[in-house]
C-alpha cells in the first residue's frame, strides 16, 4: 500500500464551507495529487481535552459549532463513516506510547474537521476518525501524539492537523474589510523556513523563535495541529511542502503542508 502524507490544513472560516475560494481549490487538487486513504485521522483545534481521547462513533454526527451564520452552513451534513477498529488501534497505540488514551463513542465531526474534508472529499465515503489535542500540555505533546501514529500513514491512513497557520480573531474588525496584518507575512514566511530546514526543535520552540507569535496566535491551540503533523512525518526529515491558498480577512492565514517524510 502506497505510505501517504501527513497534512496540516488551515481551516478557516466555517464560512468556507459555503465560499471555499482558493483553499477550495488548493484542497480538491491535493486530494487529486493523493492515493485515495482507507481511513483519515482528524486532529482538529476544535476539539480540545485534558488527556488523549479517540472517536469511536461509527457513524461520527456533524458538529455545527459555532453561531449567527447563514441557515444553510447549519443545514450541511458531512455524513463519513467512522472506524471505531481503527479507533481501537489508534488508543493502543498512544497507550503503548505513554499517552493514556480514552476513547469516545459519541463524538462527531466538528467544523474544524468537516469544513476541510468536505473540500478534500465531498463524497463524505472514507471513515474519519477524530481524535483530541490537549494544548495545555505543549507543543511537544501535540508531536508525540503525530510521532505514535506515523505507522499508520504505511497501512494507507491520512493523518490530518486541523487548525490555522494564523489565528488571532481580536484583528478580525480591523483587517475583514481591507488591509493586512503585519505579522501575518513575516510569522508565515519563518515557519516555511524551520520546515523547509527540517527544524522541528524550531517550531516546538515557537513561542520564543517565531516573529510576533503572540500576535500570530494570543492561544496555541489552532497551531499545534502542525505539531501533530509534524510528528506524523515519522522522522528528521519532514519533506515539506507549503501549498499557498491565500490570507483570509487580511488576518488568517490559509496554508497547507504535506509531510512526505523520510524517503524509503
Same mark, same amino acid.
Given at each position: ?17 459555503? =465560499? ?93 474537521? #468537516? ?74 514566511? #519563518? ?32 497551531? =499545534? ?40
Amino acid at each position: 500500500m502506497t505510505r501517504l502524507p501527513s497534512l496540516y490544513i488551515s481551516h478557516g472560516s466555517p464560512m468556507t464551507a459555503l =465560499q471555499p475560494g482558493l483553499v477550495g481549490v488548493r484542497l480538491a487538487e491535493l486530494a487529486a495529487q493523493l492515493p485515495r486513504p482507507r481511513a483519515i485521522v482528524m486532529a482538529s483545534a476544535h476539539w480540545l481535552t485534558r488527556q488523549p481521547v479517540v472517536g469511536a462513533h461509527p457513524q461520527p454526527p456533524t458538529i455545527h459549532d459555532f453561531g449567527g451564520f447563514p441557515q444553510a452552513l447549519f443545514d450541511i451534513q458531512y455524513p463519513a463513516p467512522g472506524d471505531p477498529a481503527l479507533a481501537d488501534e489508534i488508543a493502543e497505540r498512544l497507550d503503548k506510547a505513554g499517552l493514556p488514551t480514552l476513547q469516545d463513542p459519541t463524538r462527531g465531526l466538528d467544523h474544524g474537521a #468537516w469544513v476541510p474534508l468536505r473540500l478534500l472529499y465531498p463524497q463524505a465515503d472514507i471513515p474519519v476518525v477524530p481524535l483530541a489535542l490537549q494544548p495545555l500540555q505543549g507543543p511537544a505533546h501535540q508531536f508525540a501524539l503525530g510521532r505514535a501514529l506515523a505507522p499508520l500513514r504505511e497501512q494507507g491512513v491520512l493523518l490530518v492537523g486541523s487548525g490555522s497557520i494564523t489565528h488571532n480573531l481580536h484583528d478580525f474588525r480591523e483587517y475583514q474589510s481591507g488591509g493586512e496584518a503585519p505579522y501575518v507575512r513575516p510569522f508565515i514566511e #519563518w515557519v516555511e523556513q524551520r520546515l523547509q530546514a527540517d527544524d522541528s526543535a524550531a517550531l516546538l520552540d515557537y513561542r520564543r523563535q517565531a516573529p510576533h507569535a503572540e500576535r500570530a496566535h494570543p492561544t496555541d491551540e489552532h497551531f =499545534q495541529p502542525l505539531h501533530f503533523a509534524l510528528g506524523a512525518a515519522g522522522g528528521d526529515t519532514l519533506g515539506a511542502q507549503r501549498i499557498d491558498a491565500g490570507i483570509d480577512a487580511g488576518m488568517l492565514a490559509m496554508d497547507i503542508y504535506r509531510f512526505d517524510g523520510p524517503a524509503h
